[in-house]
């Protein structure tokens, strides 16, 4: 074992506090990365603060992780000392199930290994719970270890391990591209990286956000139009408008409302989490034969892949870098939608 320091909170409405943790000694596989930023991402707060009911404490959160290799084990071939790396939301799955292999490790049959609030295997570590990005130091099987192109800077690229995959993976899914009109509703840590990446794609892109405050940087980030939603008229102009619609809100939305904007055989896609049910009127599913499906992050190579092309298409996301002891002020701030659009932690103040 080899000790990390890290931020972690012990209750659903603690505050962070610098601690020591353990990191496993590393294997012929593995790969010690010292962290040097890590993105909050809203799922960070929901766990933190027990909000899917299943957080174990004390709780290191982060899965945006980005630095620099500084060991690798006697069998690893992927990855150098020094390299540019990053991990996201996984450390491990089974590796055998249909899906691990097709490439779709988030859906790992027998349940990913999550990078923070994960239940280590137990021929691993009995009872064990892994701790996240919120720190110094991480040990990683090299196959959930992804390369970080050098067009990207580090603290630009962490963010893209959550926020980027998550949108890019449903883009290509629901093959975002030229002559599709694509949604995003939110633009917030996810949204804003998933209207960069859709107008790279060459899909023409709408922002559906609260208000209009955001729309210069929505049409910056290559949005060709922008409409609030607490306007009815937003709803009635947009109707049957839309092959795709990613929803990143995690607040109850009248999901029929946004269902009502899909064209003929259109998908609207769930990424935001609410742990409330949502309830569909079938009508406006069979009216225009429209789908309403989810998407959770995405496999290994489709990650490096999205980092490939965002480092093509200079694609970085938009960060205000904070110290450590600040955490507690950047969930509060992050809840209010007062970030600009991700807050990453400089992990060398921890
Ligand atoms: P975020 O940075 O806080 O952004 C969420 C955005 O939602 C806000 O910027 C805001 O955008 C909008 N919003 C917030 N409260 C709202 C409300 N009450 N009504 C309507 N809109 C509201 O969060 P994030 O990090 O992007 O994460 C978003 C959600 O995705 C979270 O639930 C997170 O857990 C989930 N997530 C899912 C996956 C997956 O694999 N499916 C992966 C990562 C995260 P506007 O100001 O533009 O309206
Ligand atoms: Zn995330």
Not at 133 to 144: I, K, L
Not at 270 to 299: E, H
Not at 312 to 341: L, T
Request: proline residues 4%.
């Amino acid at each position: 074992m080899t000790t990390a320091a890290a931020y972690a909170i012990d209750a659903p409405d603690g505050r962070f506090a610098k601690t020591t943790i353990e990191r496993r000694e590393l294997g012929p596989n593995d790969v010690l990365i010292d962290i040097k930023y890590a993105g909050i991402c809203h799922s960070d707060i929901h766990t933190a603060r027990d909000e899917w009911h299943g957080t174990a404490y004390p709780c290191v959160p982060g899965h945006e992780i980005a630095g620099i290799v500084a060991a690798v084990g006697s069998g690893v071939t992927k990855h150098k000392v020094g390299d540019r790396v990053g991990v996201g939301c996984m450390v491990d799955s089974c590796g055998e199930c249909s899906s691990c292999l097709a490439g779709e490790e988030s859906y790992c049959l027998r349940g990913a290994t999550m990078t923070y609030n994960g239940r280590v295997p137990e021929e691993v570590q009995p009872g064990g719970v892994t701790f996240g990005g919120y720190s110094t130091q991480v040990v990683v099987t090299e196959h959930f270890v992804l390369s970080i192109p050098d067009g990207i800077s580090l603290e630009q690229a962490a963010p893209l391990l959550c926020a980027g995959i998550t949108l890019y993976s449903p883009l290509r899914h629901w093959n975002a591209g030229p002559g599709k009109q694509v949604a995003i509703v939110g633009m917030g840590g996810l949204g804003h990286v998933g209207v960069k990446i859709a107008s790279a794609l060459g899909a023409e892109v709408t922002v559906l956000s609260h208000s209009l405050s955001k729309e210069a940087d929505g049409r910056r980030f290559g949005a060709r139009r922008y409409y609030a939603t607490s306007d009815k008229q937003t709803f009635r102009e947009l109707r049957s408008r839309f092959d795709l619609i990613l929803n990143t809100v995690s607040a109850d939305l009248p999901i029929n409302d946004y269902m009502r904007l899909l064209a003929l055989d259109g998908t609207l896609v769930m990424l935001g989490l609410p742990d409330k049910p949502v309830a569909v009127q079938p009508f406006t599913l069979t009216g225009r034969r429209r789908s309403l499906a989810g998407s959770n992050i995405g496999g290994i190579a489709e990650t490096q892949q999205m980092l490939d092309f965002c480092a093509e298409h200079h694609i970085g996301a938009e960060i205000e870098v904070i110290s450590a002891d600040r955490i507690d002020e950047a969930y509060e701030r992050a809840i209010a939608s007062d970030v600009r659009y991700r807050f990453v932690i400089d992990t060398a103040t921890i």
